[in-house]
């Protein structure tokens, strides 16, 4: 008789109805989020058909090359993260490891190169050089020579970086819930919790780090990549 | 079984196959973003970003082996997305830009 307490709850016929409720409720937690960030979408869109001059202009001031690295960063801890998952289906517990460790520091260097962004804008004042004073709020100043933007009025560029910081900063608070998910869950994998008969918690929290990372995919051209021709 | 995502495994070229094409639809969008397509700049961008989303939904994410009602909580999501962006966009484009609320003038109640 097998001394391994079994990963069935009593309340579960099997482990496939046990792992496909868990599923189901995962995936009603990601419509809610559907919605949350929807909801800032919705509000993006309004004020981006009204002001689209001053859109422009605040996105110009955005980092293309930063902004299209964190998605190749990304993108990358999107398929670190289902070869974890890939391992676990596996039992290859050393290589679930290793893929939720590259997973986790993907996610680390995305949300380091964040902080390099939100300073320069002013946003760490005594620890980061502001290079703009980007930030909404009394200390805002926008200016620019460039011709293209110049209709923009400084009071829309602002609502512009009002929504780019309220995405960008509910995102990277979901990067940072996820990276303690992962921290959670390697030490987990550490500690032999998972096998092919069982590995649900990693499949979930993959799901929901693919939902961050979705988030990221739309969030990215809508706000680094307008006014960049012309 | 049907709707055993869980002992699905889906092939590595697979994943590897999705990986690669996420970052060419990330170039794509980058180039497009540089050249002036008009009211189709956004269009692409959208296009593209939808593309991936539903390329890491379906392999990423196990959607596309899983289970029928999976599939209906997914479309679910994106049904009320739908809804949420289509009906807040249709009342504030039937307005003059930057008017959010009705004049007061119009607001205020008749004289008796």
């Known amino acids: 008789m097998s001394e391994v307490p079994s990963a069935l709850a009593h309340q579960f016929d099997d482990l496939e109805q046990q792992q496909e409720s868990a599923g189901l409720g995962m995936w009603l937690f990601l419509l809610t989020e559907i919605m949350f960030f929807g909801g800032l979408f919705a509000g993006y869109t309004v004020y981006r058909v009204w002001y689209p001059d001053a859109f422009a202009a605040g996105s110009h001031e955005l980092s293309i090359n930063l902004g299209a690295f964190n998605t190749g960063v990304l993108i990358f801890s999107s398929l670190t993260m289902a070869m974890a998952v890939h391992a676990a289906q596996m039992g290859k517990r050393k290589q679930i490891i290793l893929f939720l460790v590259l997973t986790l520091v993907l996610g680390c260097v995305f949300l380091g190169v964040k902080v390099v962004e939100y300073g320069g804008k002013g946003v760490f004042p005594g620890l980061i050089q502001a290079e703009h004073h980007l930030l909404p709020g009394a200390g805002f100043h926008f200016e620019t020579q460039d011709p293209q933007f110049m209709n923009a009025s400084p009071q829309h560029v602002q609502l512009f970086f009002s929504f780019y910081f309220a995405m960008t900063g509910m995102h990277a608070v979901h990067m940072i819930i996820g990276a303690g998910l992962l921290a959670w869950l390697i030490w987990a994998a550490y500690r032999h919790r998972f096998s092919p008969e069982y590995y649900t918690p990693v499949e979930m929290i993959g799901l929901y780090w693919h939902f961050v990372d979705i988030v990221w995919i739309f969030l990215f051209p809508l706000l680094y990549l307008l006014g960049r021709h012309g | ?112």
């Open chain 2, 1 to 112: 079984m049907a709707g055993q995502s869980q002992h699905h495994i889906v092939p590595l070229k697979i994943y590897f196959a999705v990986f690669a094409a996420l970052l060419v639809g990330t170039a794509i969008t980058v180039w497009a973003a540089f050249h002036d397509f008009g009211a189709l700049n956004t269009v692409i961008a959208l296009a593209i970003a939808g593309v991936k989303a539903t390329l890491v939904i379906l392999y990423f994410m196990h959607v596309k082996y899983s289970k029928p009602l999976i599939w209906t909580f997914v479309g679910a999501g994106i049904l009320w997305l739908g809804i949420l962006i289509t009906l807040t966009a249709s009342d504030y484009f039937s307005r003059p830009p930057g008017q959010s609320h009705a004049p007061a003038a119009v607001a205020a109640p008749h004289a008796p």
